[in-house]
């Protein structure tokens, strides 16, 4: 498999999925500004959304959204726990994480990523990310993984997004169960790895 990222970006949580479900994937880094690709691929032809990240699997389909990725991933190598089973409530609990973090957190980060927004605007977007902040930290402030005892696809999700909170200019200091949640997976071999196949660690 390719996996198509940018440092940092939201690719992360499919890589950080990747590296711990122990399937191997060629990273091939994207400049979002001009979407080009370090492979020389035509990265528009290949994911017409222009946006990372896009894993190609190895008899050459290209899949893409962060959620759908992580859902592949996991199913490839089920005995890694990223998912639990489909069908189960379990399961659904965790898309219903996963869901939240796609929608009310990676997405709730767009007005700050943008260097044109209005201050009113930024300040809208940190008050709906401050409440969508608060739920996470309900979650994280007595529990290790937010959807079950051990670490999942929500959580490199989850970690993914969350790390770009104080870069643009949130402190995670409100919010003790969320940093602690950084810490504990940012410590993980797998999330260790990926950090540093990024260039970030
Ligand atoms: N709905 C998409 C969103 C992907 C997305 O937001 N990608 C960002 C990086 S985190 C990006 O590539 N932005 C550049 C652009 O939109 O042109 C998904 O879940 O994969």
Known sequence: MKLYHAPGACSLAVHIALREAGLPAT???????????????????????????????????????????????????????????????????????????????????????????????RQAAIGTLTRRFEVLEHRLAGNAYLAGPSFGAADAYAFTVMRWAAPLGMDTAPWPGIRAFLDRVAARPAVRQALAAEGLA
């Open 27 to 121: 990273l091939v880094k994207v400049d979002l500004a001009t979407r080009t690709a370090d492979d020389g691929q035509d990265y528009p032809a290949l994911n017409p959304k222009g946006y990372v990240p896009t894993l190609v699997l190895d008899d050459g389909t290209a899949l893409t959204e962060v959620s759908a990725l992580l859902q592949y991933v996991a199913d490839r190598n089920p005995a890694a726990g990223l998912l639990p089973p489909a069908g189960t409530l379990e399961r659904y609990r965790a898309l219903e994480w996963i869901g939240f973090i796609a929608t009310e957190i990676h997405k709730g980060f767009s007005p700050l990523w943008n260097p044109a927004a209005h201050e009113t605007v």
